[in-house]
């Protein structure tokens, strides 16, 4: 078993922005040894490292440019935001294992000012020729169909996914990292934002940022001594479900749900040995928020169709104290990891109250990935 045999011993960051005036790669070492500092850890500590292949980042490169010395362990994970939780579930299996001692996870990008996943882009690999030339060439078009269907299935309207946005901006309004600090919303806001691929809205969809998000991952017995206090991994998880596709599982009988999320809860509860009563706060992936209602109810906090209303009510457990990736920025999850990090530390933000475990998840519509962090 791997739970609580790691944990997340430092956390760093750049700012998050809309043009970050640097390279991917100087993001990357920057964010690194922000988190190494964190720890109380020095680059030649490093022995592993860990990112998604998504990120343009050699990790010789990025040994290079943060001072590391040899390495032992190197790692990549596919399926864009699915990686986010599955980078740190491949830290704690080296260092589980003794294959490294100290991993650092990393995601740096420029995706504002660079190249910008909405637009229409063919993914490598995939037979996509019998729907890109009927429009659905971009994710917001790929996760429209599934909307569409789950509204129809259960009764869910825009207005039950503008509430995941008007959430998300209530708390970046507090969040002196997010980039919409300051700056909430109402759901006539949402209401008024023009459509991008109906029932999907401008502000159903999350942000394109630069910045970038590194994780010093080690051995929960000498977390302990080091710099700050950690998070313990209690689970590390990661899944597909039958017929996957991307973003959008047209093969399955039914189109409007998330089992590899399913797949995912599965093992996060059977490794930590908690449940969904027992968590104090989700940071769950929001690219797109019906996605948000979706992972709700294949996590287990409500039955199938009934996210809408438990959204809208007070049993509902807080969800992306730090704005989410709509409301802080979209740095393809390894964000809202570092928010969980700071809900155990009790340094956050936007703290929420209680002693409970933070739930963890990454992107969804593709093979996905999650986490469950307690304190020590």
Sequence with gaps: MIARTAAIAGIGATEFSKDSGRSELRLAAEAIRAALDDAG??????????????????????????????????????????????????????????IASTVVCYRALNERSGRRFGQATLPPGLDASWHYPMGLATPAAMVAMVARRYMHDYGATTDDFGRVTVSARRYAATNPAAWFFGRPITLDDHRASRWIAEPLRLLDCCQESDGAVALVVTSAERACDLRRPSAVISAAAQGSGTDQFVMTSYY?????????????????????GFGPGDVRTAVLYDHFTPYVLMQLEELGFCGRGEARHLIASADCPPINP?????GEAYIHGMNGIAEAVRQVRGTAANQVPGDGPVLVTAGTGVPTSGLILSAA
Excluded: H, K
């Excluded at 010789?60 to 935001?81: H, K, M, N, P």
């Excluded at 039914?254 to 509860?269: D, F, K, N, S, T």
């Excluded at 730090?322 to 709509?326: F, I, R, V």
């Design 252 to 272: 399955r009988d039914e189109v409007a749900a998330l089992p590899e999320m399913g797949v995912v809860a599965r093992q996060l509860w059977g490794q930590s």
């Design 322 to 326: 730090n704005g989410g990736q709509l």
């Design 41 to 98: 850890l020095r680059p030649s500590d490093v022995d592993g490292l860990v990112t998604f292949t998504m990120d343009d980042n050699a990790e010789i490169a990025v040994a290079r440019e943060i001072g590391a010395g040899e390495l032992t362990f190197l790692s990549r994970i596919g399926y864009g935001g699915g990686a986010a939780c599955a980078v740190v579930q491949q830290a704690v299996l080296a260092v589980a294992t003794g």
